[in-house]
T-cell receptor
């Protein structure tokens, strides 16, 4: 069935370092793809999304490009901050009624 | 609209007791979802409603779990005879069904601890 696999964590970076969190998906059709972020003790917040191949989602300095040829949606940020420390989830939505999540990648940014 | 609200934020209960959680979605959203998240894992789908109709239930949703969405507004999730394995974060989300790629808006969750 449709699924998402994302890079295992935890990931620890120094402030201003470059971030990549890998995400690949398996789907029979053309899902929409999402990145959600979860801060400690909170629910999930939508970070960015892309609905079709070659779309680039971006928000708060984060970017991800929907790559159909590699079935990937890697999350990147050029310069991370301590406040970016959180758990990041890649997700796909197919047929609008079943969002599937990866296991999450915990990011810690040290000053 | 202040987003998706869940109540309570935390619940500690003794094994065998019943608990009920409430979710208030974004008012114009016609779809409402319940997910369960255990430590170190992504959310797992439990069930969803379109308006007041419960359209899908995961096999994770045992017969001790029941969800309702009367009048297509708020929803409740009840767990009867709680077990320690029910300890998790229960997340509610809402969306505008029929809009491709709209995505879900999540509440802050209810953390259940069964002792």
């Amino acid at each position: 069935g449709d699924s998402v696999t994302q890079m295992e964590g935890p990931v620890t970076l120094s402030e201003e370092a470059f971030l990549t969190i890998n995400c690949t998906y398996t789907a029979t059709g053309y899902p929409s793809l999402f990145w959600y972020v979860q801060y400690p003790g909170e629910g999930l917040q939508l970070l960015l999304k892309a609905t079709k191949a070659d779309d680039k989602g971006s928000n708060k300095g984060f970017e991800a490009t929907y790559r159909k040829e590699t079935t990937s949606f890697h999350l990147e940020k050029g310069s991370v901050q301590v406040s970016d420390s959180a758990v990041y989830f890649c997700a796909l939505l197919y047929n609008n009624n079943d969002m599937r999540f990866g296991a999450g990648t915990r990011l810690t940014v040290k000053p | 609209d202040t987003g998706v609200s869940q109540d309570p934020r935390h619940k500690i209960t003794k094994r065998g007791q019943n608990v009920t959680f409430r979710c208030d979605p974004i008012s114009e959203h016609n779809r409402l979802y319940w997910y369960r998240q255990t430590l170190g894992q992504g959310p797992e789908f439990l069930t969803y409603f379109q308006n007041e109709a419960q359209l899908e239930k995961s096999r994770l949703l045992s017969d001790r779990f029941s969800a309702e969405r009367p009048k297509g507004s708020f929803s409740t999730l009840e767990i009867q005879r709680t077990e320690q394995g029910d300890s998790a974060m229960y997340l509610c989300a809402s969306s505008l069904g029929g809009v491709d790629g709209y995505g879900y808006t999540f509440g802050s969750g209810t953390r259940l601890t069964v002792v």
